[in-house]
């Protein structure tokens, strides 16, 4: 499932609200549910753990749509059939340490200055999350459909559904830029690096944000591209493209395509750990690493379910976390 095919559930409860969940249930071993591959003892001490093997399971009370890291906790963001959660979680024990209620349709999450900020898609809103107190101290209006989020330049920003790009000020926790671009997918994408924001325009390429003006300083042309995650590795910008299964390298120096690779069908999310890429293939939950150089694919794994899968890489470089929307559920694969 597709980030353009998940605003669907957003009007269809039922499939948000499965088992009426109302707390956290977690399970880290890997044998407390399906493994996804055949190995039963990965936590074994002494045991050498393969690339892509499962490491953990976090099971949540709703869709995850978005991870994140912060404070020395992972962060869930949970869609419900009424609102929405973010769960905070021990990434050692994979225990639940608390759950804060945001608005609807949680998507993206960051952590910087003190604190967790969180996109609700539904409400146009950012709420501000302190992790001393689990509670949100502020809610921001920002534009319509919210989605991903990133900090720069003294500044949390979250992509818009529409043609903008908003910035907020957290010294005063209110909308202080608005930068308009190309026109969005639903559920576009964000990334900070390379002192730039950049996000994606529908069929059009990428936008390249200076955080400093607020201005676009680039319009990088890419037809029929990009609607995909967005990555940063030795001075190129990654961007992968569903509709082609094609990752295309861009030069953040002189803003130019140097190539593309392929790296599988439907290449929803990307991450960059243990000096590989990984790529999760949207509708059929297969999760693949690949070499950084030349984008040759090392190996792959089938997760339990069916449904939306997204990668995000812990700031240990050692794991990848892959949020699987059907199953309910957060599972840890080894970096190797």
């Known amino acids: 499932m597709s980030w353009r095919r998940i605003g ?49 399971t976090v ?14 906790s992972l962060w869930v963001t949970v869609a419900q059939d009424v609102g929405g959660l973010v769960a905070r979680i021990d990434p050692a024990t994979g225990r639940t340490i608390a759950t804060v209620q945001v ?32 509670s949100v101290t502020a809610t921001i209006p920002v534009g319509p459909g919210p989605a991903e989020i990133a900090v720069a330049g003294g500044l949390v920003w979250v992509a818009n559904q529409d043609a903008t790009v908003a910035a907020v000020d957290p010294a005063t926790n209110r909308r202080v830029k ?5 026109a969005g997918t639903q559920f576009r ?56 299964g094609r990752l295309y ?23 960059l750990a243990g000096g590989k890429l990984w790529v999760s293939h949207d509708k059929s939950l297969v999760v693949s690493w690949h070499t950084l150089d030349s984008g040759r694919r090392l190996g792959s794994v ?14 240990g470089d050692s794991s990848v976390w892959v949020q699987m929307l059907d199953a309910e559920a957060v599972a840890e694969l080894a970096a190797g």
């Not at 880290?28 to 490491?55: C, F, K, L, W």
């Not at 608005?178 to 190309?182: M, N, P, Q, T």
């Not at 379910?305 to 700031?315: Q, R």
């Open 59 to 72: 099971w949540v009370p709703g869709a995850p749509l978005s991870v994140g890291f912060g404070f020395g």
């Open 302 to 315: 089938k997760l339990d379910g069916a449904g939306f899968v997204a990668v995000t890489a812990d700031p």
């Open 189 to 244: 994408r964000l990334f900070a690096g390379a002192g730039s924001i950049w996000t994606d325009n529908t069929n059009g390429g990428i936008s390249r944000i200076d955080p400093a003006t607020g201005t676009v300083a680039a319009a990088i042309r890419i037809p029929r591209c990009c609607e995909g995650g967005l990555a940063l590795h030795d001075g190129l910008l990654l961007a992968s493209n569903i509709p082609d």
């Open 8 to 56: 669907q559930l957003a009007v269809i409860p039922a499939l948000l609200s499965m088992a009426a969940c109302t707390a956290t249930s977690v399970r880290r071993a890997s044998g407390d549910a399906p493994a996804a591959s055949p190995s039963a003892d990965a936590s074994s001490p002494g045991r050498h753990v393969r690339a892509g093997e499962r490491i953990g």
């Open 178 to 182: 608005l930068v308009h671009v190309g």
């Open 103 to 134: 608005g609807a349709f949680p998507v993206g999450i960051v952590a910087g200055f003190g604190s967790m900020w969180q996109a609700a898609h539904e409400d146009g809103t950012v709420a501000r999350i302190d992790p001393a107190t689990n």
């Open 249 to 271: 390298r861009i030069n953040t120096a002189t803003n130019r395509v140097v190539d593309h690779v392929d790296v599988g069908p439907t290449p929803n999310g990307i991450a």
